[in-house]
């Protein structure tokens, strides 16, 4: 199979003025389309690797050979990231979730804005380029963030919510105020959409 980019769900604009145009448009048409090229780059003549989805190559990312691996786990990371980044915002989100995924929150941490303060601890503190994450490891909710296009499925996490703090998903808006872009990411967040992904990180 070869992997393709997907759509944004919303036009480029959809999320101002927290997150502006400009940086969507090349966040997704260069950034993530790259991802996707060299990562079918890196596959080329592999029928067997060809065949899996971006989750089991990232699964199993220490069963792909050598000469491959870091292009596959730097590009099939970005790839499977960016698609859950996507579909994790929404025109006129924020607020805070209910349902399961409130409750999971709520029990892991107390309270809503407990579970705020740490991933964006977690997210201001990932030294240079990588995510803060929201996963299901070993039964429990956590908060982790990971180094470049890292994912956590490559050890056995689940990650059902996702921030990207690489200066390219802020730089053009916000420049070094990382804190900053955080803070007005959360106007965006499409809860509905994490309460599937969590409900699907928990099988």
Request: hydrophobic share 35%; charged share 20%; aromatic share 12%.
């Amino acid at each position: 199979m070869s992997h393709t980019l997907p759509s944004l769900p919303y036009s480029f604009d959809a999320l101002e003025p927290h997150i502006d145009a400009k940086t969507m448009e090349i966040h997704h048409d260069k950034h993530h389309a790259a991802y996707v090229t060299n990562l079918n780059k890196a596959l080329e003549g592999n029928a067997e690797l060809q065949k899996l989805t971006v989750e089991e190559l990232l699964t199993q990312i220490n069963k792909v050979p050598d000469n491959i691996r870091t292009a596959v786990r730097n590009n099939g990371g970005g790839h499977m990231n960016h698609s859950m980044f996507w579909k994790i915002m929404k025109k006129g989100g924020g607020g805070e979730p209910s349902g399961d995924v409130g409750d999971a929150i709520k029990t892991a941490f107390g309270t809503f804005a407990e579970f705020k303060t740490k991933f964006n601890q977690a997210a201001t503190t990932r030294f240079g380029s990588g995510w803060a994450w929201l996963l299901v490891r070993d039964g429990k909710v956590v908060v982790e963030s990971t180094p470049n296009q890292d994912n956590p499925i490559m050890d056995g996490g689940k990650a059902f919510f996702g921030l990207d703090v690489w200066e390219h998903a802020y730089y053009l808006k916000y420049q070094n105020r990382r804190p900053e872009y955080i803070e007005a990411w959360w106007n965006v967040i499409n809860w509905s959409q994490v309460a599937e992904n969590y409900a699907h990180a928990k099988k």
